[in-house]
């Protein structure tokens, strides 16, 4: 079923580039075009895009982690600043979060929520 999600796509892209995710990567991460993504980043409101049910869960999974982030950390920087750190987790093994996600399949970004979930006390 595809549906469309400006909405949606327009949060993701602005949390990705917050975390400075580059365009590529974040296109990776949510496997758009470059074209969807500048259109994203416009905020034309009367843009629409058509997005796959692979495309609507990337989306949810980067606002899950967000959502997660900003109920563990009270500041921004850590907020923002977390998925770029290097982590020990045994997923990411002294890589950030971005690169395990960036790698652009749906079992990293899955994963790497898994492994925010868990700071909010979620147990798997």
């Not at 602005?14 to 416009?42: F, G, H, N, P, V």
């Amino acid at each position: 079923m595809i549906k469309k999600a400006p909405i949606g796509l327009r949060a993701a892209v602005d949390i990705l580039e917050k975390w400075q995710e580059s365009s590529d990567q974040a296109c990776r991460i949510l496997r758009i075009s470059r074209s969807t993504y500048s259109w994203a980043k416009q905020r034309n409101p009367d843009w629409s895009v058509r997005l796959d049910s692979d495309q609507m869960q990337r989306i949810s999974f980067i606002l899950n982690i967000y959502a997660v982030l900003r109920l563990v950390f009270d500041n921004p920087e850590n907020v923002y600043g977390f998925p770029a750190m290097a982590n020990d987790n045994e997923l990411f093994n002294g890589r950030t979060p971005l690169e395990i996600m960036s790698q652009g399949d749906m079992i990293s970004l899955y994963e790497t929520f898994r492994r925010f979930d868990v700071l909010r006390g979620a147990q798997w």
